[in-house]
Nanobody
Framework: QVQLVESGGGLVQPGGSLRLSCAAS????????MAWYRQAPGKEREFVGR???????NYADSVKGRFTISRDNTKNTVYLQMNSVKSEDTAVYYC????????????WGQGTQVTVSS
């Protein structure tokens, strides 16, 4: 089993920046595919972006150019750098990881709240 713990959420002003982290632990048998999703109040959970073991990334159009995903394989940790945030980025952000390439992956974190407000 893989456990995922997110951190770094909080309140940020529009136009500001925030960095989320997700640490994987447990029985990790190989490099994990890792991704971020988010869920705003009253909306379905949506894909934000993902990163493969070798570092290849892709993003949802709504965050492209503003958010960056990176990873540290030595720490089994993935990061979500959020820049130029907007009010519509307000959501609970979830880490998602797995061993197969198809989304969504098998394991989920508990989520961390990000609120964009002045």
């Amino acid at each position: 089993q893989v456990q995922l713990v997110e951190s770094g959420g909080g309140l940020v002003q529009p136009g500001g920046s925030l960095r989320l982290s997700c640490a994987a632990s447990g029985t990790i048998r190989s490099i994990l595919y890792m991704a971020w999703y988010r869920q705003a109040p009253g909306k379905e959970r949506e894909f934000v972006g993902r990163i493969a073991g070798g570092g290849m990334t892709n993003y949802a159009d709504s965050v492209k150019g503003r958010f960056t995903i990176s990873r540290d394989n030595t720490k089994n940790t993935v990061y979500l750098q959020m820049n130029s945030v907007k009010s519509e980025d307000t959501a609970v952000y979830y880490c998602n990881a797995g061993y197969r390439s198809g989304l969504p992956y098998d394991y989920w974190g508990q989520g961390t709240q990000v609120t964009v407000s002045s």
